[in-house]
């Protein structure tokens, strides 16, 4: 009884930065969803006006659909890049080299987001470095438009979300017993059955966790798309903060942010089942 107390009030800090950084936004958020700008003021005015406004203007929900569909490109293309590649850290590294493997592929993530963005700019600008080399080797007449359009957007993301992948598959895959595969070929299998029918299923706890950290972070992503993307194809976190920093109407914005979390909410409840990882 004296062990469950004191981990009673061990806990309290952790609940009471929960509550104040998460819970008490949260609620004001939603509140202020229900009410309405008028006049340049904010009235408290309960209503679901700002509900129904963004759903009948086609553009707020063609900028929720442009967000889904980057966002599952992203996750789509990291999995498939990050898989391989945590696959051969986990098992054609050497073991004594794994923890140096790790840190190259953990790199990107010293550099500042921003800073990562704004290179692949320069790459893909019309005078930047890819352009200049298809340029001087003669592939190409003239520059080629590569920046502000939602290729560089899901390329700015793959760029940073490989890595992350990479690390949730490799600490789910060096959790699976090297004796299952050892058993499998004892048996017969091939290396390719082994993987689809042992290593495979074995490590989908770690490609849906990361998979489910990729569209969190991606779907609510401002810097990337505002700096690769520009202005031609707009993500709903663009057009919050446009909400917010032109039209001062923070009830929309609200509105905006509590359907985007709705959103989140029921990826989460897709993938809930499967965001464990267990020692196997």
């Known amino acids: ?28 958020m939603i509140v202020y969803s229900l009410w309405r700008r008028v006049g340049g003021r904010i009235r408290a005015d309960w209503t679901l ?41 986990a098992y054609r590294v050497p073991a ?7 840190i190259m592929a953990i790199l990107p993530f010293w550099t500042s987001y921003v800073i990562r963005s704004y290179a692949w700019l320069l790459v893909l600008s019309p005078n ?6 298809l340029l001087a080797a003669g592939v190409i007449d003239q520059p080629l438009a590569m920046a502000n359009q939602r290729g560089a957007t899901v390329l700015g993301f793959v760029h940073f979300f ?10 789910n895959l060096v959790q699976i017993k090297p004796s299952y ?25 770690g490609v849906m966790v990361g998979a489910f950290l990729t569209f969190v972070v991606a779907i609510g992503d ?11 194809e707009l993500l709903l976190p663009q057009v919050i903060m446009l909400q917010v920093m032109r039209r001062a109407d923070l009830p929309m914005a609200s509105a905006m942010s509590v359907v985007l979390m709705a959103v989140v909410s029921v990826i989460f409840l897709a993938f809930a089942r499967h965001l464990k990882m267990e020692r196997v």
Do not use: H
């Not at 129904?52 to 063609?62: C, P, Q, R, S, T």
């Not at 490989?162 to 600490?171: K, Q």
């Not at 050892?182 to 706890?205: E, H």
């Open 96 to 102: 004594r080299w794994q923890r140096l493997a790790l």
């Open 222 to 232: 401002y810097i990337t798309p505002q700096i690769l993307g520009g202005s031609k």
């Open 49 to 89: 006006a700002n509900y129904a406004e963004f759903f009948a203007k086609d553009y707020l929900v063609g900028a929720l659909v442009n967000s889904l569909e980057v966002t599952a490109i992203t996750t789509v293309i990291s999995v498939a890049l990050a898989y391989p590649l945590a696959y051969v850290l």
């Open 128 to 133: 930047g470095v890819l352009n200049a080399m």
């Open 1 to 28: 009884m004296k062990g469950r107390r004191l981990a009673d009030w061990a806990a309290l800090p952790a609940l009471a930065f929960t509550g104040a950084c998460f819970a008490v936004p949260l609620s004001v």
């Open 162 to 171: 490989t890595m992350l992948l990479t690390l949730t598959i490799f600490a």
């Open 181 to 205: 595969r050892l058993a499998a070929n004892d048996l017969g299998a091939s290396a390719w059955q082994a993987f689809v029918r042992i290593t495979l299923p074995l490590s989908l706890p």
